[in-house]
């Protein structure tokens, strides 16, 4: 995987500023630390701390700022597909993909309730492979660029209407990313969609 160095939304980042690296998923600037990192999301330690920070954060703050619970409910889907790397080889990883992709579809395009998300990804595998008639999710090439605005942006924003604006652009922007498999996608969020209803 490409990854671009010095990517930042609203910046023009010369070079990386030390102390931070870029993330092996995403891209994003992010602290160089040492830590653990999530077991088959490919993403570097310090990428994955922000994210569990951002995490903290919403889950402390939910409900204090409207629209906030609700952006928070898709932070996940974002984070997972901008942190697809091994899903060639590995099955869980294929699914995290492709069912937080169907996630961020059916917010977007099939008018899901935010707070439904959880829920619905929990059956997204069981609702959708049986008519496909496949036994696992199939494998999606990867994009060079998974988007612009990452978690590391979402952790910098300060402001609660910041972090709601950002959480939106995060979303789109890791949604954006998998262009070229949007109407795969559409086609899983459909059967998804239907089968729920
Ligand atoms: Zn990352």
Same mark, same amino acid.
């Given at each position: 995987?490409?990854?671009?160095?010095?990517?930042?939304?609203?910046?023009?980042?010369t070079s990386?500023?030390?102390?931070?690296?870029?993330?092996?998923?995403?891209? *994003?600037?992010?602290?160089?630390?040492?830590?653990?990192?999530?077991?088959?999301?490919?993403?570097?330690? *310090?990428?994955? %701390?922000?994210?569990? &920070?951002?995490?903290?954060? %919403?889950?402390?703050?939910?409900?204090? &700022?409207?629209?906030?619970?609700?952006?928070?409910? #898709?932070?996940?889907?974002?984070?997972?597909?901008?942190?697809? *790397? *091994?899903? &060639?080889?590995?099955?869980?990883?294929?699914?995290?993909?492709?069912?937080h992709l169907?996630? @961020?579809?059916?917010?977007?395009?099939?008018?899901?309730?935010? %707070?439904?998300?959880?829920? #619905?990804?929990?059956?997204?595998?069981?609702?959708?492979?049986?008519?496909?008639?496949?036994?696992?999710?199939?494998? @999606?090439?990867?994009?060079?660029?998974?988007?612009?605005?990452?978690?590391?942006?979402? #952790?910098?924003?300060?402001?609660?209407? &910041?972090?709601?604006?950002?959480?939106? %652009?995060?979303?789109e922007s890791?949604?954006?990313?998998?262009?070229? #498999?949007?109407?795969?996608?559409?086609?899983?969020?459909?059967?998804?969609?239907?089968?729920?209803?």
């Amino acid at each position: 995987m490409t990854i671009s160095t010095g990517r930042r939304v609203g910046t023009v980042a010369t070079s990386t500023p030390a102390g931070v690296v870029p993330c092996v998923g995403c891209g *994003g600037l992010v602290p160089d630390a040492a830590g653990p990192t999530h077991p088959y999301l490919q993403a570097s330690a *310090g990428c994955w %701390q922000l994210y569990g &920070e951002v995490s903290a954060r %919403q889950h402390g703050e939910s409900g204090s &700022e409207p629209g906030q619970a609700s952006v928070h409910w #898709h932070h996940v889907d974002a984070y997972a597909v901008q942190h697809p *790397g *091994g899903s &060639e080889h590995d099955r869980r990883q294929r699914q995290s993909v492709a069912v937080h992709l169907v996630s @961020l579809c059916l917010l977007r395009e099939f008018g899901q309730p935010p %707070q439904h998300a959880s829920a #619905h990804r929990g059956r997204t595998s069981q609702l959708v492979l049986p008519r496909l008639a496949l036994a696992d999710w199939p494998y @999606l090439a990867p994009p060079a660029d998974l988007g612009a605005v990452t978690t590391a942006d979402l #952790h910098a924003a300060r402001t609660p209407c &910041e972090q709601v604006a950002t959480g939106q %652009q995060w979303m789109e922007s890791a949604w954006s990313a998998w262009r070229a #498999h949007h109407d795969t996608v559409r086609a899983w969020a459909a059967i998804a969609h239907g089968c729920r209803t």
